[in-house]
């Protein structure tokens, strides 16, 4: 895998560069946004890629349960499946078996567990999702791990750490696609030295990128950012690090300072469905009775067609009426905001400016 740190901020890790995949380069850091079941909910590719998103996050295990990998790899691979153009990343399954399947049964060899579809029996190994992976055609795939729960006694995250590595073993042999990266994933807990055994045998495993998983499941912000500081030195810097599942835009700006290059987040989409809105001046509530007769832009700083084209007044009702192109421009809205925000990072690295760079946090008035 090519990656290209092009810029350093001369006033903390953050950098910025290019990631090269078979779909296109990744100007990082970057966001994926969240595509679990081969769609962004409401949304044509052409309108996600036109809100400036780079690059979108498929689920191995829902796609897996529902159409089917065979399907998908009949239709071509899920880019042609869902016609987007742009790079697409896979994850293993890891985190659902985990936070979804119903009566699991954990061992060295896979996860037992019943769909939570329809209750039929199912074994995940790390050669099936390697391999399901592999069928989807995916630009980046990730090892099968075991995401912990927070919080999880440490002999268990112990244990655990060693199973993933040994999954991690075996995701690698398992892996032959060519066009595809697969990415190691550290694990660990909010336990220091567990984190950096994960870091230190993964990184002799040998991948093209490096993920920071476990993370953002529950734990003090503040541990967070202590666990991905004291992780980040046991990985090489020439490879990109991703740290999954984060999060708002204070936290990406807080982990792109410590040199974290990729992020993905079901943030922007999940919030946006339920009418809260990322905005420059801070969170925006649409259902609050202040913006009933309001015919300002829902933010003035923001080119997305929901900012551009209507008023909060009509956003709202939208809302309140639940109308499907209500959440679909406010889920627009959100993921333009994202894109933006990235771009402004991206920007502020090049030119040394990052550190001036602030989130209006809390509610916007
Ligand atoms: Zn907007």
């Known amino acids: 895998m090519r990656f290209q740190i092009d810029a350093h901020d001369p006033h903390s890790l953050a950098r910025a560069g290019r990631l090269y995949t078979a779909h296109g380069v990744l100007r990082t850091p970057v966001f994926i946004a969240s595509a679990t079941h081969a769609t962004i909910k409401g949304l044509a590719p052409e309108e996600v890629a036109h809100a400036g998103i780079q690059i979108v996050a498929v689920n191995g295990y829902h796609l897996w349960l529902r159409p089917g990998i065979e399907l998908i790899q009949k239709a071509g691979g899920v880019h042609k499946f869902m016609r987007w153009k742009r790079p697409i990343l896979s994850d293993s399954g890891g985190f659902q078996v985990f936070s979804l399947a119903r009566s699991r049964t954990i061992t060295r060899k896979g996860v037992r567990f019943q769909s939570h579809i329809d209750g039929s029996p199912r074994f995940m190994t790390p050669d099936v999702s390697i391999e399901a992976q592999s069928a989807l055609g995916t630009d980046i795939a990730m090892i099968f791990d075991e995401c912990v729960a927070y919080p999880s006694p440490r002999e268990y995250v112990e244990e655990s750490v060693e199973v993933t590595l040994d999954w991690a073993r075996r995701s690698k042999a398992a892996h032959s696609n060519p066009h595809q990266h697969l990415f190691g994933i550290i694990q660990g807990g909010t336990f220091e030295d567990l984190r950096r055994r994960s870091a230190e045998e993964t990184v002799k495993i040998e991948f093209p990128g490096y993920a920071l998983g476990g993370l953002s499941v529950?734990?003090?912000?503040?541990?967070?950012?202590?666990?991905?500081?004291?992780?980040?030195?046991?990985?090489?810097?020439?490879?990109?690090?991703?740290?999954?599942?984060?999060?708002?835009?204070?936290?990406?700006?807080?982990?792109?300072?410590?040199?974290?290059?990729?992020?993905?987040?079901?943030?922007?989409?999940?919030?946006?469905?339920?009418?809260?809105?990322?905005?420059?001046?801070?969170?925006?509530?649409?259902?609050?009775?202040?913006?009933?007769?309001?015919?300002?832009?829902?933010?003035?700083?923001?080119?997305?067609?929901?900012?551009?084209?209507?008023?909060?007044?009509?956003?709202?009702?939208?809302?309140?009426?639940?109308?499907?192109?209500?959440?679909?421009?406010?889920?627009?809205?959100?993921?333009?905001?994202?894109?933006?925000?990235?771009?402004?990072?991206?920007?502020?690295?090049?030119?040394g400016t990052l550190s001036r760079m602030h989130v209006a946090e809390g509610r916007a008035d």
């Not at 030195?233 to 936290?251: A, N």
């Not at 992020?263 to 009418?275: I, M, Q």
């Not at 700083?301 to 939208?318: G, I, N, P």
Request: proline share 6%.
């Open 218 to 351: 529950g734990e003090p912000r503040d541990d967070m950012l202590r666990v991905i500081q004291a992780t980040l030195p046991y990985l090489p810097e020439d490879r990109p690090r991703y740290v999954m599942g984060v999060g708002t835009p204070t936290d990406i700006l807080a982990c792109v300072r410590l040199g974290i290059d990729v992020f993905d987040c079901v943030l922007p989409n999940k919030n946006a469905r339920h009418g809260s809105l990322f905005t420059s001046h801070g969170m925006v509530k649409i259902k609050n009775a202040r913006f009933k007769e309001d015919e300002r832009p829902l933010d003035r700083h923001c080119d997305c067609e929901a900012c551009t084209k209507y008023t909060r007044a009509y956003l709202r009702h939208l809302w309140m009426a639940e109308e499907p192109f209500g959440s679909r421009l406010l889920t627009l809205h959100n993921l333009r905001h994202y894109a933006a925000f990235m771009e402004r990072v991206r920007e502020g690295i090049a030119a």
